[in-house]
């Protein structure tokens, strides 16, 4: 099974917005980029926090990705049964920090691919699922992941950003995992 590893070089970059940066927090941030996500073609969360602020303000995301933390921290029971309301096929991947497994990269695919709302838990880390939300949404998507301590960060699914991520992934490590 391949997995794509984060490279040092990267990291510093991947901490930049790869979209517009909402400086807000909680429900005032998904009120702020409420008519995108209305307007979208599919709603993606990465992330529980997001996931939880997103379902709060009744957005329903047609895909959730999320790991059970914030912050490298057990997120509070009231989070993950927020994640719990809704009827969602549930889908269980392994992903460590700093990486793309090939099984997060086909969970992400499949989802977007069908049209029931999906949750994909992540034993790991979650981080990076954004890159393989926005490469295999289709256009006109939003994809939505928080930026600790900052606020939320709302990408638009485009022709141009499809084309930055596939840059991002090629430029990451491949290895093989026994």
Same mark, same amino acid.
């Given at each position: ?39 979208? @073609?599919?709603?993606? &969360?990465?992330?529980? !926090?997001?996931?939880?602020? =997103?379902?709060? %303000? ?67 880390? @979650?981080?990076?699922? &954004?890159?393989?939300? !926005?490469?295999?949404?289709? =256009?006109?998507? %939003? ?36």
């Amino acid at each position: 099974m391949r997995v794509l590893v984060l490279p040092e070089e990267l990291r510093d970059e991947l901490k930049e917005p790869l979209g517009v940066l909402y400086r807000c927090h909680g429900v005032e941030c998904v009120e702020r980029m409420s008519d995108h996500l209305r307007a979208a @073609e599919r709603v993606i &969360a990465v992330g529980d !926090i997001t996931t939880f602020y =997103l379902l709060k %303000a009744s957005f329903i995301p047609d895909l959730m990705i999320v790991d059970h933390k914030t912050k490298r921290s057990p997120v509070e029971d009231s989070i993950k049964r927020r994640h719990l309301e809704g009827s969602y096929r549930v889908v269980n991947v392994e992903n460590p920090a700093g990486t793309l497994t090939e099984e997060l990269l086909d969970a992400v695919r499949e989802s977007l691919n069908g049209c029931t709302p999906t949750e994909i838990i992540v034993d790991g880390e @979650e981080d990076l699922a &954004a890159l393989p939300a !926005i490469l295999y949404a289709p =256009l006109g998507s %939003a994809v939505v992941y928080g930026q600790p301590s900052v606020g939320s960060v709302l990408v638009m699914v485009t022709p141009e950003k499809k084309r930055e991520i596939e840059g991002i992934l090629r430029r990451m490590t491949v290895k093989e995992k026994v």
